[in-house]
């Protein structure tokens, strides 16, 4: 009956403690990485590289940042990375269109990806997030926003490179 009753108050703890874990972490906007800078909390440098590589990009470490690129179509896609201690703190988007069509599809989608990277794991404010991202295309004004603990610019949209960066505020 002790062994039970431990096993019970075992496991109700073991709930507890990952209920509070994943509390904190789906509130948590940034994270400590070891730096002046604070960082996209659980997002590692190497798993972003890894899958942007698998999904076609030419990734190159350079001292703390990563520089990935990659062409589809008619639109070249540049992208730094910043990080410290592993972990994503800022990241700095060019796309190029070769011709003079507005940014759409691909574009767009691209974008929106990155823009809901720091709020992943909550899906209200990530569809929030694309949904101001499609906006402000549409709009075609250069914009700045702060949502949560980044900042959020978005500039030259009606130009045939539109560029767009997120970073601690």
């Not at 980044?150 to 539109?162: H, I, K, M, W």
């Given at each position: 009956m002790v062994l039970l009753v431990g096993l019970v108050v075992f496991l109700a703890a073991g709930g507890g403690a990952y209920a509070l874990a994943?509390?904190?972490?789906?509130n948590q906007m940034t994270q400590d990485c070891g730096s002046s800078h604070a960082c996209i909390p659980g997002l590692k440098v190497a798993t972003l590289t890894e899958a942007l590589k698998d999904r076609g990009h030419r990734c190159v470490e350079e001292t703390s940042s990563w520089?990935?690129?990659m062409v589809i179509g008619r639109v070249y896609f540049d992208l730094w990375l910043q990080s410290s201690?592993?972990?994503v703190y800022s990241i700095s988007i060019r796309l190029h269109r070769m011709d003079d069509k507005a940014l759409a599809g691909t574009?767009?989608?691209?974008?929106s990806w990155f823009g809901a990277l720091p709020f992943r794991d909550d899906p209200v404010l990530?569809?929030?997030i694309k949904g101001w991202i499609a906006q402000q295309i549409e709009n075609d004004k250069d914009t700045k926003a702060t949502i949560g603990?980044?900042?959020y610019v978005l500039q030259r949209p009606e130009a045939e490179s539109v560029e767009f960066?997120?970073?601690e505020k």
């Amino acid at each position: 009956m002790v062994l039970l009753v431990g096993l019970v108050v075992f496991l109700a703890a073991g709930g507890g403690a990952y209920a509070l874990a994943r509390n904190y972490r789906a509130n948590q906007m940034t994270q400590d990485c070891g730096s002046s800078h604070a960082c996209i909390p659980g997002l590692k440098v190497a798993t972003l590289t890894e899958a942007l590589k698998d999904r076609g990009h030419r990734c190159v470490e350079e001292t703390s940042s990563w520089h990935c690129d990659m062409v589809i179509g008619r639109v070249y896609f540049d992208l730094w990375l910043q990080s410290s201690g592993g972990y994503v703190y800022s990241i700095s988007i060019r796309l190029h269109r070769m011709d003079d069509k507005a940014l759409a599809g691909t574009g767009l989608s691209y974008l929106s990806w990155f823009g809901a990277l720091p709020f992943r794991d909550d899906p209200v404010l990530t569809k929030e997030i694309k949904g101001w991202i499609a906006q402000q295309i549409e709009n075609d004004k250069d914009t700045k926003a702060t949502i949560g603990d980044y900042e959020y610019v978005l500039q030259r949209p009606e130009a045939e490179s539109v560029e767009f960066s997120i970073q601690e505020k």
